[in-house]
């Protein structure tokens, strides 16, 4: 058994030599491949920075929910109370009275409640927005 060096086989054909550069065609694989991850990826992202948003609007909603109850049974106390106190103008209204406007005070800090959720909420997904910038400048860079 003899071993044979690569200088007694002769020239190696061009077909059979690595290319020391990718092609063109490898390099669009390649991008597309990197592209396809990315935006999978941002997509993620956008998805969580939207759920964040959206658990902000349930608080909101719910605070103007509990807003719109706690309202309606101030405005039935209210009314009650107004009735009473003025076919009667007996403590028993005032006592009416004194519950409505205990109501209507829990229901405007729930009121309060709500807006300041829904100020907080930012429904532009902010993270999301920076990382597709970086992308595209990145993307720029690579195909310059």
Do not use: C
């Not at 009650?80 to 829990?106: K, N």
């Not at 409640?113 to 993307?139: C, F, H, M, S």
């Amino acid at each position: 058994m003899t071993v044979i060096d690569d200088r007694e086989r002769g020239p190696t054909p061009a077909s059979a030599r690595p290319d020391p550069e990718p092609s063109l065609a490898t390099l669009f694989g390649e991008l597309s491949e990197e592209t396809k991850l990315m935006v999978r990826l941002e997509t993620e992202l956008a998805k969580a920075e939207l759920g964040e948003a959206l658990d902000h609007a349930k608080k909101a909603g719910a605070g103007f929910g509990a807003a719109g109850v706690l309202g309606y049974i101030a405005v039935m106390f209210l009314s009650f109370a107004a009735a009473f106190g003025l076919a009667e103008i007996l403590p028993t209204g005032v006592a009416f009275l004194i519950v409505a406007v205990v109501w209507a005070v829990a229901a405007a800090i729930g009121f309060g409640i709500g807006r300041k959720n829904l100020n907080a909420l930012d429904p532009v997904p902010r993270r999301t927005v920076q990382a597709l910038k970086e992308d595209i400048t990145w993307l720029r860079h690579r195909t310059s």
